[in-house]
């Protein structure tokens, strides 16, 4: 089962050196975020994703980690992140570490022990082969290799970039004619494990309460039934439910009936692979576009088969608004569109994810030159916007000081704009909060049922339903009329929030046409949203 506080939990994800900058550096910092929980609390948010804050040289923004144990100098100190968390569960929040488990840094203490030719406790921490010449080209979940850059003889596999040399789990299906292929009950890979529950142990002991793990399906190689990696996931779940019975660990896998079978609490929908997610907020013709040639059928057609998993394995599903490897959603849709999409996310089952910044539209900064890394991804990762003073309130820094280029071009997109306007999309965001706690059947875990989805069609209607209280989400993000019949009892409806020409109203009208009993026509306006209660 999830952990109890997920099943009430709406997170935050904050990529630490966009969020808010202290000092003047013109990088984020942990007391910025500090500085910076109460807003977010106020939007309603009770639980927060942090990307990577460990030391590192930064190449692919911290998923290249130099020393597990350390904190980023750039962010603060260890005393600065355990503040943090103090802070953090001090107002009735939890607080979530961002683990990468599948490779370092090159400049790893344990990768440049790994490299010496005398065999120490390091040596089989990562994936090498036993020749320079011979480089593992074509071994499973691997990218590449480094080679010539040890006294070690051999080459070491990647993960990702050239910096990432990978972790040793084993392999599943060790190639015999390749004796360094390890089994995942060999000494190394167990190494490995160990090594990666000290980490956990370390930063859970000092208060964080969980993981979203970076990669987690990639670990063991060759396995492509995932059998291994399943197993070893399991055994990391025995050992938190042993030790750290509140923490919390959630994937990036894509595949729930792996992933929760492996003890994970909860899965990502993520952007690449079947998901169809960017059929929803993402495409040349996204479903939520007023234009209405989109089309969302693929999506919940996987998306219930997903969430039916999810439910017998006791697990939970997310869908994000955004995060730091996506374009952000204000890149194919205006403002009212987003919040037709806000309303849906937030009516949705699972554990709401919403990327900072995304609350009050931020856009994605065209052109920018590569950070870290991001490459393409750095447009979705400029500071946030906090007010009307210099750098948007972001930092004290010159301009050109800030680590990543600013949306100068629409500063006026900012939370100071955004709270003085009622219907604004900030305001609009945290009055759909406020409503998903206030009714428990837009909680996480109330039931959902499609009551109206065909291919290319408007609206989207489904119902959310637990002990006794049911309500039905009824929406047309399309720029026409649109209607469906659907099954809906006579009498006693009501109408729970309506939203309008990008007007979110807790009371209202709706178009409803009884044709029997049991059956009715809703009908509704471009760009409209009913919620119901039935």
Same mark, same amino acid.
């Given at each position: ?17 966009? #969020? ?5 550096? @013109?990088?984020?910092?942990?007391? @910025? ?8 609390k ?15 040289p930064f190449?692919?923004?911290?998923y290249? =980690? ?7 100098? /750039? ?16 107002? *009735? ?34 994936i ?13 979940n ?9 006294? /070690? ?16 789990? *084993? ?10 292929? !390890? ?13 990666i529950?000290?980490?956990? /142990? #370390?930063w ?8 979203r793990?970076?990669?987690?399906? $990639? ?24 030790e ?16 929760l ?5 909860m ?5 690449? *692979? ?10 040349a ?11 969302a ?6 998306y219930t ?8 394995? @006791?697990? %939970? ?17 205006d403002?009212?569109?987003?919040? %037709? ?11 709401? #994810? =919403? ?9 994605? =900064?065209?052109?920018?030159? $590569? ?5 393409g991804?750095?447009?979705? &990762? +400029? ?10 309130? #972001? +930092?004290?820094?010159? $301009? ?5 280029? !600013?949306?100068?071009? &629409?500063s ?23 409503? /998903?706690?206030?009714?428990?059947? %837009? ?27 049911k ?28 939203? $309008? ?26 760009? +409209?949203?009913?919620? %119901?209660?039935?």
């Open positions: 089962m999830a952990r109890e506080w997920l099943m009430e939990a709406i997170f935050y994800e904050i990529y630490p050196q966009s #969020f808010k900058d202290t000092n003047a550096d @013109g990088i984020g910092d942990f007391n @910025g975020i500090i500085e910076k929980l109460d807003y977010i106020d939007l309603g948010f009770n639980a927060i994703w942090m990307n990577p804050c460990f030391e590192s190449g692919d923004a911290g290249d =980690v130099a020393d597990y144990f350390k904190a980023a100098p /750039r962010y603060g100190t260890n005393e600065d992140l355990k503040r943090l968390f103090k802070e953090v569960h001090a107002r *009735g929040m939890h607080i979530i570490l961002d683990l990468v488990p599948g490779h370092t840094s090159t400049e790893c203490k344990w990768f440049k022990e790994s490299c010496k030719a005398d065999r120490n406790d390091y040596t089989d921490r990562y090498w082969t036993n020749s320079v010449w011979e480089n593992g080209t074509g071994t499973g691997t990218t590449g290799w480094l080679g010539g850059i040890s006294e /070690r003889d051999g080459c070491a596999l990647l993960n990702f970039f050239a910096f990432q040399p990978a972790l040793n789990y *084993g392999f599943a299906y060790p190639d015999p004619t390749c004796p360094w292929q !390890q089994t995942p009950d060999a000494p190394g890979p167990m190494g490995t494990r160990a090594a529950k000290e980490v956990m /142990r #370390f859970l002991g000092m208060g964080c309460d969980g993981f793990v970076d990669m987690a399906g $990639s670990l063991v190689k060759n396995d492509p039934d995932s059998k291994a990696t399943i197993a070893l996931w399991q055994d990391f779940r025995k050992f938190l439910d042993k750290f019975p509140e923490a919390a660990i959630i994937s990036e896998w894509g595949e729930p009936d792996k992933s079978k492996g003890g994970f609490h899965y990502f929908v993520l952007h690449f *692979g079947p998901s169809h997610y960017l059929d929803l907020f993402r495409t013709q996204p479903y939520f576009s007023a234009k209405g040639e989109g089309d059928k693929e999506f919940f057609d996987l088969k997903n969430l039916r998993l999810a439910k017998n394995g @006791g697990g %939970l599903i997310c869908i994000p608004s955004g995060n730091h490897d996506m374009d952000r959603m204000a890149r194919t849709l403002e009212k569109e987003m919040k %037709l999409a806000f309303m849906f996310l937030l009516t949705m089952p699972g554990v709401p #994810f =919403v990327y900072y910044g995304d609350e009050i539209g931020m856009h994605y =900064v065209e052109n920018l030159k $590569s950070v870290e890394g991001g490459y991804r750095t447009g979705s &990762r +400029s500071p946030m916007q906090w007010d009307n003073s210099t750098n948007a309130g #972001f +930092s004290s820094a010159p $301009s050109d000081m800030l680590y990543i280029k !600013q949306d100068s071009s &629409r006026k997109i900012n939370v100071e704009n955004e709270e003085r306007d009622e219907n604004s999309l900030l305001n609009t965001v945290k009055k759909l909060i406020s409503l /998903r706690r206030e009714n428990a059947a %837009l909680m996480n875990t109330a039931d959902f049922k499609i009551l109206y989805c065909e291919k290319g069609e408007y609206p989207l209607i489904y119902a959310r339903e637990t002990e006794g209280e309500i039905i989400v009824a929406l047309n993000p399309s720029g026409k009329n649109a209607s469906a019949e659907i099954e809906l009892p006579i009498g006693n409806v009501k109408v729970l929030s309506v939203m $309008s020409d990008g007007v979110l109203k807790n009371a209202g009208e709706a178009d409803i046409r009884f044709l029997r009993e049991g059956k009715a026509v809703v009908s509704l306006k471009p760009q +409209s949203a009913t919620l %119901l209660k039935v």
